[in-house]
T-cell receptor
Framework: EAGVVQSPRYKIIEKKQPVAFWCNPISGHNTLYWYRQNLGQGPELLIRYENEEAVDDSQLPKDRFSAERLKGVDSTLKIQPAELGDSAVYLC???????????FGAGTRLSVL | DAKTTQPPSMDCAEGRAANLPCNHSTISGNEYVYWYRQIHSQGPQYIIHGLKNNETNEMASLIITEDRKSSTLILPHATLRDTAVYYCIVGNTDKLIFGTGTRLQVFP
């Protein structure tokens, strides 16, 4: 069974440019999460989806960040415009099925120059 | 949400058992204890979780004290590939709050 797939794995952009990250969750998982992980820290939740509905976006900086999960399957996280402080690893996770455990993708490492 | 306290780092000899402690004195009655690990440049990997009883799977064992205020993750025979940051989290699957974890270094 395929795990959570994220792309790209790495992204380097200049500040003020837009950037987007893509996530495909484990098949059948209704819940999808986006996290941000700063260097030396644990992941922090940005947004949680139940199917196509964002049920917890309290930690998403809404002035520059947006996310969508149009058909309740894959999801896109966007930053526009990017700032130097957005440099981090962006992780996607999904849960569902037996035990309802969160499983993570490998992440996208963003460097903003 | 309950918070956890873990030592920042630990060492373990290859082949020996690694015992990683976690304190969670403010855990609520319906909150689970989860353990994840993160190997360099990878996403967090689920290891094990439990509510009250001790749990064991192919990766590790989880020992939860009777008062549920602390737990220990046991890797019975550590290998070099177990070198990672180990996160102890209390909560429910929809709300995992990660701390800074324990950096476990397994040495030959």
């Amino acid at each position: 069974e395929a795990g959570v797939v994220q792309s790209p794995r790495y992204k380097i952009i200049e500040k003020k440019q837009p950037v987007a990250f893509w996530c495909n969750p484990i098949s059948g998982h209704n819940t999808l999460y986006w996290y941000r992980q700063n260097l030396g820290q644990g992941p922090e939740l940005l947004i949680r989806y139940e199917n196509e509905e964002a049920v917890d976006d309290s930690q998403l900086p809404k002035d520059r960040f947006s996310a969508e999960r149009l058909k309740g399957v894959d999801s896109t996280l966007k930053i526009q415009p990017a700032e130097l402080g957005d440099s981090a690893v962006y992780l996607c996770a999904s849960s569902g099925g037996s035990g309802n455990i969160q499983y993570f993708g490998a992440g996208t490492r963003l460097s903003v120059l | 949400d309950a918070k956890t306290t873990q030592p920042p780092s630990m060492d373990c000899a290859e082949g020996r058992a690694a015992n990683l402690p976690c304190n969670h004195s403010t855990i609520s009655g319906n909150e689970y204890v989860y353990w994840y690990r993160q190997i360099h440049s990878q996403g967090p990997q689920y290891i094990i979780h439990g509510l009250k009883n001790n749990e064991t799977n192919e990766m590790a064992s989880l020992i939860i004290t009777e008062d549920r205020k602390s737990s220990t993750l046991i890797l019975p025979h550590a290998t070099l590939r177990d070198t990672a940051v180990y996160y102890c989290i209390v909560g429910n699957t929809d709300k995992l709050i990660f701390g800074t974890g324990t950096r476990l270094q397994v040495f030959p």
